[in-house]
């Protein structure tokens, strides 16, 4: 998914950019993951979903 939703992460904060984002999954929001897991691509709602739940994410960052 590159569509521009990670611009705004400093390059030196990309790994723990992406460590707490998938802690933050795991922990919160693994519905979302199972659902990625059983439907096996992203679909416009379900690429919605993950959109919002990264956007979500982001203001905890």
């Known amino acids: ?3 521009g939703k990670f ?3 400093e390059v030196e904060q990309v790994g723990d950019f992406k460590n707490q984002l998938r802690e933050y999954l795991e922990t ?3 519905d979302l993951l199972r ?3 059983t439907e ?3 679909g416009d ?3 919605a979903e993950v959109s919002d739940t990264i956007d979500a994410f982001k ?3």
């Open 45 to 47: 709602e379900l690429e």
């Open 28 to 30: 919160r929001k693994k």
């Open 7 to 9: 611009d705004d992460v």
């Open 35 to 37: 659902k990625i897991e």
């Open 1 to 3: 998914m590159q569509n």
């Open 40 to 42: 096996g691509k992203l």
């Open 59 to 61: 203001k905890t960052f």
